[in-house]
């Protein structure tokens, strides 16, 4: 869990993204969902394997609305994935280059 990864990204103000095939998804969805993410990170940003059911039961988000935040995220630099896991779920890393980590806005 990395709380420095998670605080910036609480810090930064998102827009609504787009994903490849232009379906869009809204700022609020794809920062929870990049929370999330965080949660299972380290302050690289490296390491997180959550499967699409539990970031759906942290989120309480609709494993639709999961999927096309990913994919909105991983088009729009946010985020990569690396792979699977030894239990068979996407390892991702969360950019942290995309968020300031200063502790100041």
């Known amino acids: 869990m990395s709380i420095n ?5 609480f810090r930064t103000e998102f827009r609504d993204l787009q994903d490849s095939d232009g ?9 929870f969902v990049c ?3 965080a949660d ?18 942290k989120t309480s988000l609709s494993r ?3 999927i096309n935040a990913l994919d909105a995220l991983k088009h729009n630099g ?15 890393t969360v ?7 200063d502790s100041e806005k």
Do not use: Q, R
């Open 78 to 92: 946010i985020l990569t994935s690396h792979g699977k896991s030894k239990w068979d779920t996407v390892n991702y």
């Open 23 to 31: 379906n869009t998804t809204k700022a609020s969805t794809a920062k």
């Open 40 to 57: 299972h990170a380290n302050d690289e940003g490296e390491g997180a394997y959550p499967s699409i059911n539990t970031l759906s039961h």
């Open 5 to 9: 990864l998670m605080s910036a990204i």
């Open 64 to 66: 639709t609305a999961i």
């Open 35 to 37: 929370i999330a993410l």
């Open 95 to 101: 950019n942290p280059a995309c968020f300031s980590m």
